[in-house]
């Protein structure tokens, strides 16, 4: 079967950094993309990796590493703002498939 | 990216009807893609909207329940037919722009569905 693993909940403080695992086994693999969702909001697109490596976008960075189906979500300076729950998917033969999704906790 | 507009926002219906939910992209994308998420839940797709043709509907959806349609590159509607409580969930439309179908895919803001 597919799967994606990702931990249910994480707790982090303000302005510390944090990082959201994500193990996948799919049948196909074309990349793997994260997405934020606030309480009640639509998925917002974060960040896509198709190859190995790490990418970077402002705060937020990603890491891929094909051979270990594996990859991460790298929160830094975290904010009040970014409470927020964060998926995991894999782009797999045109489809998405999803991981259950990780609701990160912030506190002060 | 393309700009998702989604309406309605949100609804409150009674069970047994019908609801039409439309999305709109202001500009022509690839592929349409409708999903449902219940509460607390991760994203399930309904199916994928073909441009001119049927869709392709996800394993325990069916068209007589959800029918959709895909008469251009940037306009698609669900509709949730026959509406009962287990219906109740977020309704998310999302599109892929460019031509490679493995590329991300972007979402409208979502119709929120409830159904007494």
């Known amino acids: 079967g597919q799967s994606l693993e990702q931990p249910s909940e994480v707790t982090a403080v303000e302005g510390a950094i944090v990082q959201i695992n994500c193990t996948y086994q799919t049948s196909g693999f074309y990349g793997l993309s994260w997405y934020q969702q606030h309480d009640g909001g639509a998925p917002t697109f974060l960040s896509y990796?198709?190859l190995d490596g790490l990418e970077e976008t402002g705060r937020f960075s990603s890491f891929l590493s094909r051979s270990d189906s594996y990859g991460y979500l790298l929160l830094q300076e975290l904010q009040m703002k970014d409470s927020a729950s964060y998926f995991c998917a894999v782009n797999s033969n045109y489809q998405l498939i999803w991981g259950a999704g990780t609701k990160l906790i912030i506190k002060p | 990216s393309a700009v998702i507009s989604q309406k309605p926002s949100r609804d409150i219906c009674q069970r047994g009807t019908s609801l039409t939910i439309q999305c709109q992209v202001d500009?022509?994308?690839?592929?349409m893609f409708w999903y449902r998420q219940q509460p607390g839940q991760s994203l399930t797709l309904i199916a994928t909207a073909n441009q001119g043709s049927e869709a392709t509907y996800e394993s325990g959806f069916v068209i007589d329940k959800f029918p959709i349609s895909r008469p251009n590159l940037t306009f698609s509607t669900l509709t949730v037919s026959n509406m009962s409580p287990e219906d109740s969930s977020i309704y998310l439309c999302?599109?892929?722009?460019?031509?490679?179908?493995?590329?991300?895919?972007?979402f409208g803001d979502g119709t929120r569905l409830s159904i007494l």
């Open positions: 990796n198709a």
């Open positions: 500009s022509q994308v690839t592929m």
């Open positions: 999302s599109v892929i722009e460019g031509p490679d179908s493995n590329q991300p895919q972007h």
